[in-house]
């Protein structure tokens, strides 16, 4: 890696998982009957394709201190009832207006610590979705398992319900590292519920690891990934540390910042892992994401249906996604919506009957041109730039830096991110964000880019 390039772009910047990103969403937010509206709209033209349902839990028995998520820390487990209950709630409110009966083609668990809840519990509220809904031929369902506390039963009862694509969050077996993030599993805990999920027939099983966590060094990360690879499962989520202790509520503060790798040290430790995929084959999906050809991912990659909302990276596109639980967002295409972070302000706003939304934002036509363009450069890393003059020769000439660097390339109205470009993906789609441009922050909003 050219260190020069990494100091030179290593800037605060969105990871681009919606456009516009979250803190450039209109003020005055979103009103009910418009994210109402924008949904049947979304829904109508695409019912045959089927929605999207993401489902967050949020309670964790302990915090992790690298995590950025909206959580409840709790050991008691008399939570999980109630807020089961309350997610039906909140998804009947969705059935009830719209027009027909919902086709349903993905679900993804997330959280929190999905597995926190006990395999009855989650079959209980699964079978409450899909008791108001219809299920599409072929469906992708998804959840997060926490090495620690998955058991074989939850795989089991899930599988039963057509689960098939599990995601562990590995992180980093140093145990240096697992102590400062305050995540400790061992090699065998990992190792045990990544066979039994083979063994009961998951179809996908991804790790999540982070680079750039405090105390990594290159020795470390090797060893991390050499025991994923002895593991070798289907997908592999490298995600780059976001490191964001001001923001209110987060638990980022479990070490210092000096114990941090610092720019080039930091890419260094995502150029070996990289490297050490490609020798085990994997190939690189998108920004981050790393499968074997064996995997669906790799599969859309090839055929052009990759997809990023979210929920990241998805083998399929659907135009509806709605979210349930607290602080889910929603996205209808057409509009975003978030629901109450608070747990006690989610509940209750669901039992008066209203959709428990505390902010959106009520895209433009501009807005969903170039939402489109950062989406394929995140899916794809090329667009065919199809908005106006004026509006392409300004983002061309933000590119103009990065394309004299050999990171972008542009022919008439193409833009292609080059090989180098790639680890620059997110300064590329930062040229392209009107809103980012336009209202320049006089606060620290995002992590660093590289």
Not at 208 to 213: A, K, P, S, Y
Request: charged letters at 25%; proline letters at 4%.
């Amino acid at each position: 890696m050219n260190t020069e390039l990494i100091r030179k772009y290593n800037v605060p910047g969105p990871r681009y998982t919606s456009y516009p990103t979250v803190p450039y969403w209109n003020k005055s937010g979103i009103k009910t009957e418009d994210w109402e509206s924008t949904l049947i709209s979304s829904f109508a033209e695409s019912y045959d394709e089927g929605i999207s349902l993401y489902i967050h839990l949020p309670f964790c028995e302990s915090l992790c201190t690298f995590c950025g998520y909206h959580k409840k820390i709790t050991k008691r487990h008399e939570v999980e009832s109630p807020y089961i209950k309350t997610v039906l709630k909140e998804w009947k409110l969705y059935t009830d207006f719209l027009p027909i009966t919902p086709i349903i083609k993905e679900i993804h668990l997330g959280g929190g610590t999905p597995t926190f809840f006990s395999p009855d519990n989650l079959k209980r509220l699964i079978y409450g979705i899909l008791d108001e809904a219809e299920v599409a031929e072929q469906v992708e369902f998804s959840f997060e398992g926490h090495p620690n506390n998955t058991t074989r039963e939850h795989l089991e009862a899930l599988y039963e319900l057509e689960f098939r694509r599990v995601s562990y969050g590995v992180q980093d077996y140093d145990p240096r590292v697992q102590f400062a993030i305050n995540r400790i599993q061992s090699f065998e805990n990992v190792k045990r519920v990544h066979d039994w999920s083979k063994e009961i027939g998951y179809t996908s099983v991804n790790h999540d690891l982070v680079f750039g966590l405090p105390h990594q060094n290159l020795k470390g990360i090797e060893n991390t990934i050499n025991k994923t690879n002895e593991l070798r499962p289907d997908r592999i989520a490298f995600y780059s540390y976001a490191h964001v202790p001001w923001m209110k509520g987060n638990g980022q503060r479990g070490f210092n910042d000096d114990d941090l790798p610092k720019d080039d040290e930091k890419r260094a430790l995502y150029e070996l892992g990289k490297r050490m995929f490609y020798e085990n084959d994997y190939v690189e999906i998108g920004m981050d994401h790393f499968a074997l050809r064996s995997d669906g991912l790799y599969e859309a990659m090839q055929h052009g249906d990759l997809h990023r909302n979210f929920m990241g990276y998805t083998a399929g596109t659907t135009k509806a996604m709605i979210g349930l639980g607290m602080s889910a967002i929603s996205d209808s295409w057409y509009s975003f919506a978030q629901n109450e972070k608070n747990l006690k302000g989610y509940e209750q706003r669901v039992e008066r009957g209203e959709i428990p939304i505390f902010r959106g934002h009520l895209l433009n036509n501009k807005d969903l041109m170039i939402r489109q363009q950062i989406l394929n450069i995140m899916c794809s890393f090329k667009t065919e730039f199809g908005g106006s003059e004026q509006v392409f020769m300004q983002i061309k000439d933000r590119l103009s830096e990065l394309e004299q660097d050999g990171l972008v390339q542009i022919s008439g109205r193409t833009i292609k991110v080059t090989e180098a470009g790639i680890p620059f993906v997110r300064n590329v789609c930062m040229a392209f964000d009107l809103k980012l441009h336009r209202n320049k922050a006089k606060e620290k909003l995002f992590s660093q880019t590289v």
